[in-house]
């Protein structure tokens, strides 16, 4: 029942926006925790516009569970490519690119091409994920990364995506090659100094496509989230559950998850505070992170973080330091 009430949902969202209008939007595939922080640098190249970002960051950290220090390297690149065509449409290619030394996979890219006009934008690519890029609480600030924070299935990283404004709306959809789907609703409200946002996400995934299970099961979920923007200080929560359906024994598992976070800016130094809790399959799960960013000059700052996660009684602190410069 509970499955079916979700999928009810999902496709209420799809008819409730079907004459939504849009203009000006881009694709987010960069999926990563560091996130660009600075405006791209725009070139002219003919008829076309280049707008490119660049990152390097340089850290140190420690985990409970290596019982050592780490030294890591991570550069990423941003590039998007774009046309006005005749008709006004905007014709377009982003590719997102980075090297992280630390993990097994150190390079990997994401690819996609676009389509957009008033009615919105269409895109084929590595654009699964962009809809939770949407509709998500924000990352913590530096190197904060708050964990146990989203849905167990997910969806294969290549397919479609369609993303459109109306007013303070946003809808987006994302569909990969297997049928697997997630769409998006936000609504933001801007008052004076006060900013409201809310949101929904529902997702239709599969455990297969997440490296941390190795077992074919559907899972059917929805979040939902809030933002309060007072000046420097902002609050947002999220609550989410999801449905996972094992074929195999015909024993369905809740999952359902929840987490709280504060930032806050003071001059050059931001602070970010964040905590959520959750279970699954029987067992509790917890995280928690910490993280600043001072703000040294234009593109250097100076980033640090906390990050506590305990899962299946397994827990581990990573505490990370670094000097990050932003092209």
């Known amino acids: 029942m509970k499955k079916h009430a979700i999928k009810f949902l999902f496709f209420l969202s799809l008819l409730s926006t079907t004459h939504a209008l849009a203009d000006g939007q881009s694709v987010p595939i960069n999926y990563d925790d560091i996130s660009f922080f600075e ?20 850290a140190a950290q420690y985990n409970s569970q290596a019982d050592e220090d780490e030294y890591n390297t991570f550069i990423a690149g941003n590039f998007k490519l774009e046309t006005e065509l005749p008709n006004s449409w905007q014709l377009g290619v982003q590719y997102f690119s980075r090297y992280d030394r630390l993990i097994d996979d150190k390079y990997s890219d994401n690819f996609a091409v676009f389509l957009s006009d008033e009615w919105g934008i269409i895109s084929l690519g590595n654009v ?5 890029e949407n509709v998500r609480r924000d990352r913590g600030v530096g190197n904060a990364v708050l964990g ?16 459109v404004d109306f007013n303070s709306y946003n809808f987006s959809i994302t569909s990969d090659q297997d049928g697997r789907t997630e769409a998006g609703l936000v609504f933001e409200q801007p008052r004076g100094v006060n900013n409201y946002v809310v949101g929904t996400r529902l997702r239709y995934g599969n455990l297969s496509e997440n490296n941390a299970f190795d077992t ?8 939902l989230i809030g933002e ?18 094992f074929d195999l024994n015909n024993n369905n598992n809740e999952h359902v998850f929840g987490a709280l976070g504060a930032r806050y800016q003071y001059g050059a130094y931001n602070f970010s505070l964040e905590g959520g809790l959750g279970r699954y399959n029987g067992f509790n799960r917890r995280a928690f992170s910490f993280g600043t960013r001072f703000d040294i000059a234009r593109g ?11 899962a299946k009684d397994h827990d581990e602190i990573t505490t990370v330091g670094s000097i990050r410069y932003e092209l």
Do not use: C, K, M
């Open 39 to 58: 405006e791209p640098l725009a070139i002219s190249l003919g008829p076309a516009t280049l707008n490119a970002n660049a990152i390097i960051d340089q």
């Open 228 to 245: 309060y923007l007072h000046g420097s200080l902002q609050y947002d929560a999220q609550i989410g559950y999801e449905l996972i359906d």
């Open 128 to 132: 699964t994920r962009s809809v939770t």
């Open 148 to 163: 146990n924070n989203n849905f167990l299935g997910q969806l294969d990283e290549t397919g479609a995506y369609y993303a």
């Open 300 to 310: 250097f700052s100076f980033n640090t973080g906390i990050n506590y996660i305990y």
């Open 216 to 223: 074919h099961a559907d899972t059917f979920g929805g979040t």
